[in-house]
Nanobody, 123 residues
Framework: QVQLAESGGGEVQAGGSLSLVCVASGHTDSDYWMTWFRQAPGLEREAVAGVFRDGMSAYADSVKGRFSVSRDNAKNTLHLQMNNVKPEDTGMYYC?????????????????WGRGTQVTVSS
């Protein structure tokens, strides 16, 4: 059973940077995709950025060029570097693993979730 723990959230001004980390414990060999999702109040959870086991990455259009996702398979960690953040980046950020197949951006294709870390961007 994989367990995920996110950290690094906080409050930052627009244009600033923030770095999130997700630490996975347990058996993670099956984690072909590990992905960051976010959810703002009143909105659906959306995929932000994901990285395949071989390092291939994918991003939501809204964060391309600003966010960078990476993983360290040896340390079982997933990272999200957020640069030039905007108020619309505000939300609870979740790490997702145990991908069962399907679109990397589909929340229903992940079995394991962390509890989230809050990111608040002020204008």
């Amino acid at each position: 059973q994989v367990q995920l723990a996110e950290s690094g959230g906080g409050e930052v001004q627009a244009g600033g940077s923030l770095s999130l980390v997700c630490v996975a414990s347990g058996h993670t060999d099956s984690d072909y995709w590990m992905t960051w999702f976010r959810q703002a109040p009143g909105l659906e959870r959306e995929a932000v950025a994901g990285v395949f086991r071989d390092g291939m990455s994918a991003y939501a259009d809204s964060v391309k060029g600003r966010f960078s996702v990476s993983r360290d398979n040896a340390k079982n960690t997933l990272h999200l570097q957020m640069n030039n953040v905007k108020p619309e980046d505000t939300g609870m950020y979740y790490c997702a693993a145990d991908w069962v197949g399907g679109l990397w951006s589909g929340s229903k294709f992940y079995k394991t979730w962390g509890r989230g870390t809050q990111v608040t961007v002020s204008s």
